[in-house]
């Protein structure tokens, strides 16, 4: 693995527990995971082994990377399996939603949201509305598989354009479609923030 020099150490996926209906969700999941690992970063999510959750995981685990899984203990049976939680790296029960959601925050530098349902939205607009009031810089990325997050992308917009995003600088999540530049993007805007250079073209921002 290759060890980067930037101050992204570990990265939170949210996603869904199940695995879609498009097989290039779990495609994704994958291929994320894979990228995570052979950038020298560790994995931080919800801690299920199904559906695109355990994809990711799995991605990262079969690259020789880490992974922390932060879990409530009255999921644990819902979306994963005792056994298969036994093969992550570092396993974290929480007493519920609040503190595993904080868990996740504390030991991430970025945050990159795949397809997935009302949780997911629920856990990346929470990020994305700490941005908005100051609370943290990090990076926010929507990986936008076969336009998946587009009516939420518009939905944004609409809610910008109708004056009800205030700081909006602060809320400016990257936008990517190919799974494969969501790491190396990251890393280049952190390198270009540093410079105080542009942006790379294959982001496209709200």
């Not at 996603?15 to 495609?27: E, H, K, M, N």
């Not at 029960?93 to 609040?98: L, Q, W, Y």
């Not at 109708?162 to 190396?184: K, N, S, Y």
């Amino acid at each position: 693995m290759n060890e980067n020099n930037f101050p992204i150490r570990s990265v939170c996926v949210y996603c869904g527990s199940q695995p879609g209906r498009d097989p290039a969700y779990i495609a994704a999941g994958r291929a994320l995971g894979r990228s995570i690992a052979t950038h020298g970063m560790r994995l931080v999510y919800g801690g299920g082994t199904k559906g695109i959750m355990g994809a990711v995981a799995s991605g990262v685990l079969s690259n020789g990377g880490k992974v922390t899984g932060i879990i409530p203990d009255f999921l644990v049976d819902m979306e994963a399996t005792r056994h298969s939680l036994g093969q992550l790296d570092d396993l974290i029960i929480t007493p519920d939603m609040h503190a595993r959601k904080h868990a996740m925050f504390e030991r991430a530098d970025a945050f990159v949201t795949l397809p997935g349902g009302i949780g997911t939205l629920e856990e990346i607009v929470e990020i994305m509305t700490w941005a908005q009031l100051g609370r943290h810089e990090k990076p926010m990325v929507f990986v936008n598989v076969n336009g998946f997050w587009d009516p939420m992308l518009e939905l944004i917009r609409h809610m910008r354009d109708q004056g009800f995003i205030h700081t909006g600088h602060r809320v400016q999540p990257l936008v990517i479609a190919d799974v494969e530049e969501v790491v190396p993007t990251i890393l280049d805007r952190l390198e270009a923030a540093g410079r105080n250079a542009g942006s790379g073209e294959v982001i496209s921002k709200l």
